[in-house]
């Protein structure tokens, strides 16, 4: 396959999205459903003494209620153990929102009147809410250490220090958690919002004592997900699947998004304690890191990750990372968008920010300054970097060279603050072995089927790029199937791995497709395209099936694919490392009284190796500075520390940034193949693109007003 630039493909799926007509989970018709409702836990910790459903079984079209009798036992689960299967309904409550039953009804309407009239006892216990709260339990994990950081400091020429804060924050998607299930001749199928349907199908299976080969799951688009649809601990999947299972009915279930935020995964509430030093000439060679998060009783989301980005982003040969869990009785936090490079990287990027200035260098030249091309935690080469190309494209097209040096002298006419901040982030480059299966039919039709899921980040999108530039097909019936685990086997489609598992395949399936019809015409010269090449030699169809794994990787990771299991590579591979790079150049501006703070432009420049879909990678980059402008200057969760619960639990009072927030984006690419990650030469980008930029945002404010603010949101009561 030639390397030269992929053609900017418009979305495969974008004509059915604005029609209306790409079905979601929740828009699966069934027949003779029933609908059903979770009665979540008015309580943080206890225990359920009694439920009571006679009021709730009066209500008309009620058919069953479903309580912590109808379940399996859960089986026992340890704090840093292997993944548990999601629990289903029992009376002991781990935290607010907690379903304790679930009612099953005719109608959605009867549903919601059901479970509003379940009433449920408790013996209460005491309870730790947040962070600070009485009754929390630190936990220390493993440090990141390398070189020497204590004899760093005591010969470090220039220091800095600070404790940077993000807040707690949950995922959003426009579609809500959903699930249909259907039990029929003796198998379990479910239709679900998931980015693992074989992790979904898995745990479902274990939490219902089934054997896995017994469940399908299906799940061709999702209306966003971001990590909170990761398939490993949503409740309502297996309590919906025992309903249809007991009740010989198909069961679907759309969660109200004030349930969804109890119920599902966040981004934790996070500390971070970073000190840097530099020597005469400005190289930073030593760094302490310490981080903590907010974490449930027997949650699993790793705090050591939060150093994964920070000690690769600059040659640093002295670094010492500390981290820690918090445990309190709220649900399980989980992987949301850059999930540790992005608290991580705000600070961090911060205080390389207030380097620079103790310094008295450009924050551009300082970072530039201090490149690297080997891996300081592993003394492996990077298989491809190019962050300082980053660096000089993005000054370039945001006319860096013109920024005052000195914070609080840029401002208009009427008093507005003009500020410009810069920051990079970097994000681990992993892969996933998968396999595939390429049919190309006489009558035009050409199916492929491939691990994948579809959030709209545009893997088909991507997928179809390679195809249509590697083979003549007709694009009009081209089927992309993938997310269905009667499909093909599926992984997990996160940690911006989706592409780097479904494109090194596709690249393989094109040249044996290619392969394959050379040998069927065995010399014959055949005009047309490939299905009437077929159609000539009356071959109704060619199939072949393919399979890659990631460097490093063997035989053992496609078994661990077929059974669902988890199988990613990297990003630090037996002979090399691979990371994603960004940079972020920011414009703020800030009002004189109200002191309301706007972003009219951001250039943000990627590098993530060779760049498949042009449109959907450059789409991929605006969606993540966008949501690094809400989590900058507008998200954060509000907890209840008397309840246990959320109070902006709503989009009404869970703010988010809208149209009006959002001036010129301007994205570009290095676009440059790594000769090492994979045969196609990308690179992960899809989280890294958010990396970093809240930093670049809380920069520019300082560059703005003088002001260094160090905690996240940034509102209007802090530059007062």
């Not at 299967?85 to 009147?113: D, K, N, S």
């Not at 592993?378 to 097209?397: D, I, M």
């Not at 992993?430 to 980040?457: C, F, K, N, W």
Request: hydrophobic content about 40%.
């Amino acid at each position: 396959m030639s390397i030269a630039p992929f053609p900017d493909l418009a979305r495969v799926d974008a004509r059915d999205k604005v029609r209306g007509a790409t079905e979601y989970p929740g828009d699966v018709q069934v027949p003779d459903p029933l609908y059903a409702m979770t009665v979540p836990a008015r309580i943080a910790k206890g225990k359920v003494t009694a439920i009571d459903t006679e009021a709730a079984l009066r209500v008309a079209g009620v058919v069953r209620i479903l309580t912590p009798e109808d379940f399996p036992a859960p089986p026992p689960v340890t704090p840093n153990g292997p993944p548990p299967p999601p629990r289903t309904l029992e009376r002991q409550i781990a935290y607010r929102g907690q379903p304790v039953a679930l009612v099953v009804a005719e109608t959605l309407e009867a549903a919601i009147e059901g479970a509003e009239a379940v009433r449920t006892h408790y013996s209460v216990e005491d309870f730790a809410a947040v962070i600070d709260s009485e009754g929390r339990k630190r936990e220390a994990a493993e440090d990141i250490v390398f070189g020497d950081a204590q004899s760093g400091f005591a010969r470090a020429e220039t220091t800095v220090e600070g404790i940077y804060v993000s807040p707690t924050q949950h995922h959003n998607p426009i579609e809500l958690l959903a699930t249909t299930a259907i039990w029929a001749n003796g198998r379990l199928t479910i239709h679900e919002c998931t980015q693992s349907s074989a992790g979904t199908r898995g745990m479902t299976a274990r939490a219902l004592g089934l054997d896995p080969k017994l469940v399908d799951v299906k799940s061709a688009y999702l209306g966003g997900g971001f990590g909170q649809k990761g398939g490993l601990g949503q409740r309502q999947t297996a309590l919906v699947a025992q309903a249809a299972m007991l009740l010989g009915r198909p069961v679907k279930i759309v969660m109200p998004r004030g349930q969804v935020f109890h119920l599902a995964t966040y981004r934790p509430h996070s500390r971070h304690h970073v000190r840097l030093g530099a020597d005469a000439q400005g190289k930073i060679f030593v760094a302490q890191y310490d981080a903590e998060q907010e974490q449930s009783r027997l949650g699993i989301f790793p705090c050591e990750d939060y150093h994964e980005a920070t000690c690769r982003m600059y040659g640093i040969p002295n670094y010492r990372g500390t981290s820690a869990d918090i445990r309190i009785d709220r649900q399980a936090p989980g992987w949301m968008r850059a999930p540790h490079p992005h608290p991580a990287c705000f600070a961090f990027e911060s205080a390389v920010d207030e380097l620079a200035i103790k310094l008295g260098r450009d924050p551009v030249e300082l970072r530039l300054a201090n490149d690297t091309r080997v891996d300081p935690r592993t003394g492996h080469p990077f298989s491809s970097r190019f962050l300082n190309e980053c660096l000089l494209e993005g000054a370039r097209r945001f006319g860096w060279s013109k920024r005052s040096p000195r914070p609080g002298l840029t401002t208009e006419p009427d008093g507005t603050q003009i500020g410009w901040g810069v920051a990079c982030g970097a994000y681990p480059s992993s892969m996933v072995p998968a396999i595939a299966t390429l049919r190309i039919g006489a009558d035009g039709s050409t199916r492929y089927a491939v691990s994948g899921h579809e959030m709209g980040q545009g893997i088909r999108t991507a997928i179809a790029n390679v195809l249509l530039e590697g083979l003549e097909i007709d694009p009009a019936r081209l089927e992309i199937a993938i997310g269905d685990t009667t499909a093909a086997p599926q992984h997990m489609t996160a940690g911006s791995w989706g592409t780097a598992g479904a494109i090194p395949a596709t690249i393989k399936a094109v040249a044996r497709m290619r392969t394959a019809v050379t040998e069927l015409l065995t010399g014959r010269k055949v005009h047309g395209n490939l299905h009437q090449v077929l159609a000539t030699v009356r071959r109704p169809y060619l199939e072949i099936e393919v399979s890659e794994v990631g460097p490093g990787q063997d035989a053992e990771a496609l078994q661990s694919l077929k059974i669902g299991a988890y199988a990613v590579a990297g990003p630090e591979y037996p002979t090399f490392t691979t990371m994603s790079y960004i940079a972020h150049f920011v414009e703020v501006r800030i009002e004189p009284t109200t002191r309301r703070i706007r972003v009219p432009r951001v250039v943000s420049i990627a590098d993530c190796g060779r760049v498949i879909s042009p449109r959907t990678a450059a789409s991929q980059v605006r969606g993540g500075v966008v949501w690094a402008i809400s989590a900058a200057l507008r998200e954060a969760t509000e907890i209840d520390p008397r309840y246990g619960g959320y109070l902006n639990n709503d989009l009404a009072d869970y703010v988010v940034a809208v149209n009006a927030d959002i001036g010129e984006i301007d994205v570009g690419f290095i676009d440059q193949p790594d000769p090492l990650a994979n045969i196609a030469g990308l690179k992960g980008l899809g989280e890294v693109a958010m990396v970093g930029a809240s930093a670049a945002i809380a920069n520019a404010v300082f560059h703005a007003t003088g002001r260094r603010i160090r905690s996240l949101p940034i509102r209007l009561e802090n530059l007062l």
